[in-house]
C-alpha cells in the first residue's frame, strides 16, 4: 500500500495581511483522490466543510501548477505523481462564486430587451413622460417612414444577435469552468448593458439619419447576417468537441478551424462591423472596437493554450502549427 501524502496548505500571501499558519492534510492514495477530495478534507480541517470547491483555487508551490479541474485525480499531475512525502499547495479564495450560464444569462438579458423597450416607448408612447424625458423635443412622430423601417431593421438585428446568445448559453454551450467569481456578473453586465442602451438610444432617437452611402446599407446587413450564421456554426462545432458532462478537450477540426484557431472571435468581430456599417453609428462602433480588442486577447490566450496542450507529447495531438489565431495567413 502506497504511503499517505502530507499537503501542507497554506494560503496565498497578501500585502499587508497576517498570514495564518499552514493546514497539514493527509491523503492517503494519490492514485484515486482527487482535487475535489483534497479540498473537502482541508475544509474539514479548517471547519468549513460545506464551503463551495470551486471558491479555492489550489495551486503547487515548488511547480505553479493549478490543480484544475476538482474531479481531476490527483496522480495525474506531473507536479503531484512524483514520490514526495509532503507537497506545499498554495491556496486563493477567489470570493463567492456564481455559474457561467447564470453570468451569461444575465449579461445578455438587457441587450436582448433594451431594443424592443426603445422601440415601445417610441412608437406607441411618443408623448409619454419617459420619451420625452429620454428624447425631449424631438418628437417621435416627426420621423419619416423610411427613417423608421431603417430603425425597425437595426433593432431586429441587434435583438436578433442576443437572442441568439441567450439560446447559445441554454442549449449549446458546454462551460469548461462550473463557476466564476460573482463580481464578475456586475462587470460584465455593466458593460454589455451600458453600451446595448447607448447603442439603442442612439438608434431609435426620432433625429436618427441612416447611411447615406448604399454600399453600407447593402453590405452591413449582409456581413451581419452571414457573420452570425457562420458563428453559430463555429459554437456548435465547439459543442460537438466536448461530450455532455465531461470536461474532454480536442483540437477543433472543420472549415471553419481549418486556418485559425478562434473563428467564433472572428465572425463575432465581423458581425459588429457589419451592424457598424449599417447603423452608422459611434456607439456602436465604439463597441465593435472595444469587443475585437478584448477578443483578440482572448483569441491569442486560447491559441497558446492549444499550443501548449496538444504538443503531441505522451500521445496527445499535435496543433497544426500552420494555424493561425484570428486572421487566416496573417494572424
Same mark, same amino acid.
Request: hydrophobic residues 45%; charged residues 20%; glycine residues 4%.
Given at each position: 500500500?502506497?504511503?499517505?501524502?502530507?499537503?501542507?496548505?497554506?494560503?496565498?500571501?497578501?500585502?499587508?495581511?497576517?498570514?495564518?499558519?499552514?493546514?497539514?492534510?493527509?491523503?492517503?492514495?494519490?492514485?484515486?483522490?482527487?482535487?475535489?477530495?483534497?479540498?473537502?478534507?482541508?475544509?474539514?480541517?479548517?471547519?468549513?466543510?460545506?464551503?463551495?470547491?470551486?471558491?479555492?483555487?489550489?495551486?503547487?508551490?515548488?511547480?505553479?501548477?493549478?490543480?484544475?479541474?476538482?474531479?481531476?485525480?490527483?496522480?495525474?499531475?506531473?507536479?503531484?505523481?512524483?514520490?514526495?512525502?509532503?507537497?506545499?499547495?498554495?491556496?486563493?479564495?477567489?470570493?463567492?462564486?456564481?455559474?457561467?450560464?447564470?453570468?451569461?444569462?444575465?449579461?445578455?438579458?438587457?441587450?436582448?430587451?433594451?431594443?424592443?423597450?426603445? #422601440?415601445?416607448?417610441?412608437?406607441?408612447?411618443?408623448?409619454?413622460?419617459?420619451?420625452?424625458?429620454?428624447?425631449?423635443?424631438?418628437?417621435?412622430?416627426?420621423?419619416?417612414?423610411?427613417?423608421?423601417?431603417?430603425?425597425?431593421?437595426?433593432?431586429?438585428?441587434?435583438?436578433?444577435?442576443?437572442?441568439?446568445?441567450?439560446?447559445?448559453?441554454?442549449?449549446?454551450?458546454?462551460?469548461?469552468?462550473?463557476?466564476?467569481?460573482?463580481?464578475?456578473?456586475?462587470?460584465?453586465?455593466?458593460?454589455?448593458?451600458?453600451?446595448?442602451? #447607448?447603442?439603442?438610444?442612439?438608434?431609435?432617437?426620432?433625429?436618427?439619419?441612416?447611411?447615406?452611402?448604399?454600399?453600407?446599407?447593402?453590405?452591413?446587413?449582409?456581413?451581419?447576417?452571414?457573420?452570425?450564421?457562420?458563428?453559430?456554426?463555429?459554437?456548435?462545432?465547439?459543442?460537438?468537441?466536448?461530450?455532455?458532462?465531461?470536461?474532454?478537450?480536442?483540437?477543433?477540426?472543420?472549415?471553419?478551424?481549418?486556418?485559425?484557431?478562434?473563428?467564433?472571435?472572428?465572425?463575432?468581430?465581423?458581425?459588429?462591423?457589419?451592424?457598424?456599417?449599417?447603423?452608422?453609428?459611434?456607439?456602436?462602433?465604439?463597441?465593435?472596437?472595444?469587443?475585437?480588442?478584448?477578443?483578440?486577447?482572448?483569441?491569442?490566450?486560447?491559441?497558446?493554450?492549444?499550443?501548449?496542450?496538444?504538443?503531441?507529447?505522451?500521445?496527445?495531438?499535435?496543433?497544426?502549427?500552420?494555424?493561425?489565431?484570428?486572421?487566416?495567413?496573417?494572424?
Amino acid at each position: 500500500m502506497a504511503p499517505s501524502t502530507i499537503f501542507v496548505i497554506r494560503s496565498a500571501p497578501r500585502p499587508g495581511a497576517t498570514e495564518k499558519p499552514p493546514v497539514r492534510v493527509s491523503i492517503p492514495n494519490k492514485e484515486t483522490s482527487t482535487v475535489n477530495d483534497l479540498k473537502r478534507e482541508f475544509f474539514k480541517s479548517i471547519n468549513k466543510p460545506n464551503q463551495d470547491v470551486n471558491r479555492y483555487r489550489f495551486t503547487v508551490e515548488a511547480s505553479g501548477e493549478h490543480l484544475a479541474p476538482n474531479e481531476r485525480a490527483l496522480s495525474s499531475f506531473p507536479s503531484i505523481t512524483k514520490d514526495a512525502s509532503e507537497i506545499t499547495i498554495v491556496f486563493k479564495d477567489l470570493g463567492p462564486q456564481i455559474s457561467w450560464r447564470t453570468v451569461f444569462i444575465v449579461e445578455y438579458l438587457f441587450p436582448m430587451l433594451v431594443f424592443p423597450m426603445l #422601440w415601445l416607448l417610441v412608437r406607441k408612447f411618443p408623448q409619454g413622460f419617459v420619451t420625452k424625458f429620454l428624447y425631449g423635443d424631438a418628437n417621435p412622430d416627426y420621423t419619416r417612414p423610411a427613417v423608421k423601417e431603417w430603425q425597425d431593421m437595426l433593432a431586429l438585428m441587434f435583438t436578433a444577435h442576443f437572442l441568439k446568445r441567450e439560446i447559445e448559453t441554454m442549449l449549446i454551450h458546454r462551460f469548461g469552468n462550473d463557476t466564476m467569481p460573482l463580481r464578475n456578473i456586475f462587470k460584465n453586465s455593466g458593460y454589455y448593458w451600458a453600451f446595448a442602451f #447607448w447603442i439603442a438610444f442612439i438608434t431609435m432617437h426620432p433625429l436618427y439619419t441612416p447611411p447615406t452611402c448604399k454600399s453600407a446599407r447593402t453590405i452591413g446587413p449582409i456581413l451581419f447576417t452571414i457573420s452570425e450564421l457562420l458563428n453559430l456554426k463555429a459554437h456548435i462545432d465547439l459543442r460537438n468537441l466536448r461530450p455532455a458532462g465531461t470536461r474532454i478537450r480536442q483540437v477543433p477540426r472543420g472549415i471553419l478551424f481549418k486556418f485559425i484557431s478562434c473563428p467564433n472571435y472572428l465572425f463575432e468581430i465581423l458581425a459588429w462591423v457589419g451592424f457598424t456599417m449599417a447603423s452608422q453609428s459611434v456607439a456602436a462602433a465604439c463597441f465593435a472596437v472595444v469587443g475585437a480588442a478584448q477578443m483578440t486577447v482572448w483569441a491569442i490566450q486560447k491559441h497558446k493554450r492549444y499550443r501548449k496542450e496538444f504538443n503531441g507529447e505522451d500521445g496527445r495531438e499535435l496543433y497544426p502549427r500552420n494555424r493561425k489565431i484570428l486572421i487566416p495567413f496573417i494572424f
